[in-house]
T-cell receptor, first 115, second 112 residues
Framework: KAGVTQTPRYLIKTRGQQVTLSCSPI?????VSWYQQTPGQGLQFLFE???????NKGNFPGRFSGRQFSNSRSEMNVSTLELGDSALYLC??????????????FGEGSWLTVV | GNSVTQMEGPVTLSEEAFLTINCTYT??????LFWYVQYPGEGLQLLLK?????DKGSNKGFEATYRKETTSFHLEKGSVQVSDSAVYFC???????????FGTGTRLQVTL
């Protein structure tokens, strides 16, 4: 069974540009969530999607957005990039329904560097 | 709101030493608790989890017990190996959603 797949793995962007990151969840998982990891702020929750609907949102500016498609694949977008957006962006997937304490699986992440 | 507090690292141990990484939490309701591990340059791997009080999660020699009375979920391993060197994150979530609240992470360095 394939794990959570994120693309691209590494990218470099210039300030002011925008970026789109992609995530394919584990087959059968309907919930996809995104996290930002930086040395200074640690792991911070961005948003969660379930059945194409945003279910939860973290405390990030509107430049950060996401969406989920009918096949559960998800994308996140960051517009007007700032130097502080340089981070590891992690995607996670889970069944999202049913039992409390669903196991949440993470991808390898997308390393974004803004110059 | 929810929060997780982990002991500050780095933790440096000799191979075969006993490991404890402390984790305490504050949460509304009854959270599920997790330990994740991150090796250099990689994403997060689930190490173990517990979903209710007194549950013990275990995997690869690591154990943690969900202690509701002390709101703790300390990670232990009886004999660490060099290959266990990584950053360990304690996390919680509530309900069926997938929003995890993480601790700051504890770096473990194991030397020969």
């Amino acid at each position: 069974k394939a794990g959570v797949t994120q693309t691209p793995r590494y990218l470099i962007k210039t300030r002011g540009q925008q970026v789109t990151l992609s995530c394919s969840p584990i087959s059968g998982h309907r919930s996809v969530s995104w996290y930002q990891q930086t040395p200074g702020q640690g792991l911070q929750f961005l948003f969660e999607y379930f059945s194409e609907t945003q279910r939860n949102k973290g405390n990030f500016p509107g430049r950060f957005s996401g969406r989920q498609f009918s096949n559960s694949r998800s994308e996140m977008n960051v517009s007007t990039l700032e130097l502080g957006d340089s981070a590891l962006y992690l995607c996670a997937s889970s069944l999202g329904v049913g039992t409390v304490g669903n196991t949440i699986y993470f991808g390898e992440g997308s390393w974004l560097t803004v110059v | 709101g929810n929060s997780v507090t982990q002991m500050e690292g780095p933790v440096t141990l000799s191979e075969e030493a006993f490991l404890t990484i402390n984790c305490t939490y504050t949460a509304t309701g009854y959270p599920s608790l997790f330990w994740y591990v991150q090796y250099p340059g990689e994403g997060l791997q689930l190490l173990l989890k517990a979903t209710k009080a007194d549950d013990k999660g275990s995997n690869k020699g690591f154990e943690a017990t969900y202690r509701k009375e002390t709101t703790s979920f300390h990670l232990e391993k009886g004999s660490v190996q060099v290959s266990d060197s990584a950053v360990y994150f304690c996390a919680l979530n509530t309900g069926t959603a997938s929003k995890l609240t993480f601790g700051t992470g504890t770096r473990l360095q194991v030397t020969l």
